[in-house]
């Protein structure tokens, strides 16, 4: 099946740990996107990549890091610098990188939860 | 900033009803795309739709690019029409999409 994978679901995390989500699409997308969800509320982008080995920071990129190493990958890690991390982060794939406006696809979401 | 603003925030219906969501941007747009999330959270592609009008069964979408705003039309709503639907717009000079903040529905059987 072709589609945008993400694990795992939930993820708890103590306080000043690092923790890295993954993010997986055998669609042959170049771009690749993090999100984050907070209740109640819209996307908001966290990272994105057109191409492998390039990535550019969206509206919230403190606290996190992100690699792209491989067409298929694009792991979101999220760093003891992020204050407030408890969310849902979706991630997203489109077809084309340069510009960005092709359709983008989501995967099922990873629910992260600060204890 | 770059608005995206959906109304109206919440709606509930009785199963049978039609419904139409609205989202106006602010500015022109290269992309606008409709989601349904699901109450798992899971992001489901409506529509792509920068101008004109799609329809894709119960569904049907109306963009006027000229006015800035787009229309989701829900007609016979059922109980799995449920969630928030999203509207984004794609903006060239900053080469990201921006969500707005979602219309929740809740169809009642």
């Known amino acids: 099946d072709g589609g945008i994978t993400q694990s795992p679901k939930y993820l708890f995390r103590k306080e000043g740990q690092n923790v890295t989500l993954s993010c997986e699409q055998n669609l042959n997308h170049d771009a690749m996107y993090w999100y984050r969800q907070d209740p109640g509320q819209g996307l908001r982008l966290i990272y994105y990549?057109?191409?492998?080995?390039?990535?550019q920071k969206g509206d919230i990129a403190e606290g996190y890091s992100v690699s792209r190493e491989k067409k298929e990958s694009f792991p979101l890690t999220v760093t003891s610098a992020q204050k407030n991390p408890t969310a849902f982060y979706l991630c997203?794939?489109?077809?084309?990188?340069?510009?960005?406006?092709?359709?983008?696809?989501f995967g099922p979401g990873t629910r992260l939860t600060v204890l | 900033g770059i608005q995206v603003e959906q109304s109206p925030p919440d709606l509930i219906l009785q199963e049978g009803a039609n419904s139409t969501l609205r989202c106006n941007f602010s500015d022109s747009v290269n992309n606008l795309q409709w989601f349904h999330q699901n109450p798992w959270g899971q992001l489901i592609n409506l529509f792509y739709i920068p101008s004109g009008t799609k329809q894709n069964g119960r569904l049907s979408a109306t963009t006027v690019a000229t006015e800035r705003y787009s229309l989701l039309y829900i007609s016979s709503s059922q109980t799995t029409d449920s969630g928030v639907y999203f509207c984004?717009?794609?903006?060239?000079?900053?080469?990201?999409?921006?969500f707005g903040q979602g219309t929740e529905l809740s169809v009642k059987p």
């Open positions: 990549s057109q191409i492998v080995n390039d990535f």
């Open positions: 997203a794939s489109s077809i084309a990188g340069a510009g960005g406006s092709d359709t983008q696809y």
């Open positions: 984004a717009a794609f903006y060239n000079q900053g080469g990201k999409l921006i």
